[in-house]
Every structure is written in structure tokens, then in C-alpha cells.
């Protein structure tokens, strides 16, 4: 082959190219303001508000993160201790408190999970339901795992290229970042460690058995849990497949309870949204038949259900931000944190959970608090949700860092007011950032690798064996 045979594009070729790359890296929303769809909107499923809820959960998450290094996020508003400022108010606590967002997270997926075989046990789809129990145990892994390669290599690319030693010092300061701070990457003498070092930390990070966590980001530590409670949720489906509704049910509770006493808390809240979702299933079908027994119209929400459903949602709320200190001295946490049982390990994430619980059980029965969910803010995020936990991380550490150090040198940070400021300026523009970078990675590595896991699956899955007739 000579240099004859080699094809240099031309200049249209190589304006056309670039000009592609750069539309597809503008953001969605951007893209379809420049272009608007000829195709009318796709009409909203009927979860569709936990896609919402979801979405809502990460972005709360990524505020957590950006905020634990400079701000106390733990101390619960307590007069008698001198802790009166005002984020820490009961449910205010809630919209930056990590842990309740986890627990989130966790019931979501359970009621994601479950909630396609909930309706085909109900029918007696059982031909279906394994069909689908057994593509899910197949894709699952690759549907957690091939977007974790991505954003840790991504990281590795960022560390090689110095963007992780220009914050260095700031990350290590324990006087200007006085709350917790978390590890920050370490760039090694050559390539071939840093890789290695990836390489052998993302073998026990993505192993099913160990699940460690990767010391890239620490904040991926929910993968492994969420894996693990996934494959034990699709064998319980499996289990209690052919049993009678009221037994399944009663299953489920006795299995919720059993994983409350061996303090299994991430399998306690997965078998929560999976009795939720049949809840779900079970309401939505006497609603179907009594409407259709009675009157076309659909029925008026009851106005005593509708009240209980919101003072559910608040009292989750107020679960939800459990603090972590100073919890003797706030009123009414004194009296939840004695009723905690001896054997919890996690005690910090215990309310948290039942939190959940009540705001995923009170926006399923209530469409009312389903549009809080369902709009296109929420549901946008919710399609950048997953992107959005897996990068916020590296996102902190450098546009974050970098760019409130430039703040603090121009505005200043001897005083609160100074610091609060800055926090605040720096927190729009890393958002807008972080929203941009999520929108980018969904397209490029998050569908593509759900498009991946669904190839392989294919592939692996063995073809049913059509017999040829002899003639007679």
C-alpha cells in the first residue's frame, strides 16, 4: 500500500465532520431548540414519575457532595446545642441530606425492577415473566457496569492529563475545606501504573462477590449494592411467581422483615418497592374494573386520601433528613434515634429509609404528587440521572475545586457572607456544567451501552430449534 492509496478528505468533509461533533456535543435541549422534531412528544408511561423521582434523587446527591466539604451537613437543627440556622430546619435538611436520596434510589429500582413482572404474575405470564427474568439477569450487569468503565477511564484521562494536580492542594487543605473531604485521584510516574492501578481496583470494584470500592470515585460505592440486591430481587420473583396474591404479599412482608432483623438494609428497601409495585398493579386493576363496571368517566381523587397521601409525602420528607449529630438535643429526633433497634449498623441511614418508603408508596397512590415528577424539568433529569451520579464526581474535583479557589481570591473568604457568595456563584456555573457533561455522556456511552448489553444478549442466547418435517 502506497501513499497513492491513502484517501485525504476533503475540506467539506472534514467542516461537515466537525460541525456534526459540535452539534452533537450541545446539550439536548439546545439541539432540539436548533432543531426542532417534526414527531409528536412520546406520551408519558404510567411510571413515568419515577423516572422524575429519580432524577430529582442524583441532582440532590451531586448537592450533597458539592456542599459536605465546605458547609456541616450532619448537625440537626437544635436549639439547646446552638444549632438555629435555618438549613437546618426540619425537611429543609432533607434537600441535601445523601443518604435519604440512596435509600431512594433503592426502593426506585425495586419498583422499576418488579413492576413489568408484578403485571405478568398477575396475568399468569409465567412463560413471559422467565423470558424477561433471564434477559434482565443477563444485561444487568453490563447495564451497571459498562457506563462505571467509562466515566473511571475518563477520570484516568483527566488525572494523566494534570486537571486532578491543579486542584491538588485545595483538595488536601483541611482549613479552607473544613467538612469531609473525599479522596482525590492520585496520578502516578507512567501510564502503564495508573492503568494498572485502575485496571486492578476496577476488577474488585466490579466483582459481584467482594464489590469494593473504586479509588477513583468513591461515589460509585452504591453500584455493587445495587447489583447484588438486583440479582436477589429477580430470584425472589422467580420464587413467588405462582403464588396467590395474598400469599405473595405476605411473602414479601415476611421477607422484608427478615431482611430488617440480619440489618440487610439495601435488600429491605428493594423488596419494598417490589410490594409497592404490586400494590400498584393490584390498585390500578379494581380501579380499571370499578370504573368500567360503574362509568366510562374516571373516578374524582377522594379529597380525605388525597390529604393523607401529602402528610405521608411530608412525613418522609421529614424522615428523609435524619441528622448524623447533635441528634440528642433537636426535638423529636431524641425519640425516633431511642427507637432505632440495638442491631442496626448503619443507624445514620435508618429513618432515611422509612423516609423513602413513604415518599415512593405516597406519590404512587397520588397523581396529584405525581406531577411534581412528571414535568419536563424533572423528567429530563431523570433521563440524565444515571450520567449525572456517574460524573458529578470528577466534575467537583476539578471544575468545582478550580473554580471556587478563583471566587475565593476575588471575593473573598475571611468573612461567611464572603464564602456563602462564592459557594453560591460557584455552584450555578458547576451545575450548568454538570447537567452539560451528564447530557453528552447519556448519549454517548449510557444508550450506547444499554444498545451493547442488548447485542449481547442476543448473541448469547440460544435460538429455539425449529424440527424440518419429512414429506410423506
Known sequence: MSLKDISIPSKSAILHTIKQTSFFLLPTFVQTTIRPSDQPPKPLHPTAWLDGMRGIAAFLVFIFHISYATHDVA????????????LRLPIVRFLYHGPAMVSIFFVLSGYALSYKPAKQIRKGETDALLKGLSSSVVRRWMRLYLPCVASTLCIVVIV???????????????????GYRDRHAWRYDTFVEQMWHWGSSFLGFANPFTGKRMYLDGHLWTIPLEFRASIILYATQLGVCRLRTRYRVGSLLCLM????????WVVLLFYAGFLLAELDIRRTALAASTTFSTTLAPPKPNLLWTILY????????YLGGQPEQHWEHAPGWMTLWSLIPPYIHDRHRYWTGWGALLLV?????????????????????????????????????TAYYAFIEVLWGVIGDE????????????????????????????????????KFARWVEGRMIAKPRTVKEEPA
Do not use: C
Not at 257 to 264: F, L, P, Q, V
Open 75 to 86: 448537625t440537626a437543627y437544635a436549639p439547646d446545642g446552638g444549632k438555629t440556622d435555618l
Open 160 to 178: 494523566r492529563l494534570g486537571g486532578y494536580d491543579w486542584t491538588r492542594e485545595l483538595a488536601n487543605d483541611g482549613k479552607r475545606l473544613t
Open 257 to 264: 422483615a427478615w431482611a430488617h432483623y440480619i440489618d440487610n
Open 310 to 317: 401529602t402528610l405521608t409525602f411530608i412525613g418522609g420528607l
Open 361 to 397: 408508596w405516597s406519590t404512587s397512590n397520588s397523581g396529584i404528587l405525581q406531577r411534581i415528577f412528571t414535568n419536563a424539568f424533572t423528567q429530563y433529569l431523570g433521563k440524565i440521572s444515571f450520567s449525572l451520579y456517574l460524573v458529578h464526581g470528577f466534575v467537583i474535583h
Open 415 to 450: 468573612t461567611d457572607m464572603q464564602k456563602e457568595v462564592s459557594f453560591a456563584v460557584a455552584l450555578v456555573v458547576v451545575t450548568g456544567v454538570l447537567v452539560w457533561v451528564s447530557d453528552v455522556f447519556t448519549r454517548a456511552v449510557d444508550v450506547p451501552s444499554v
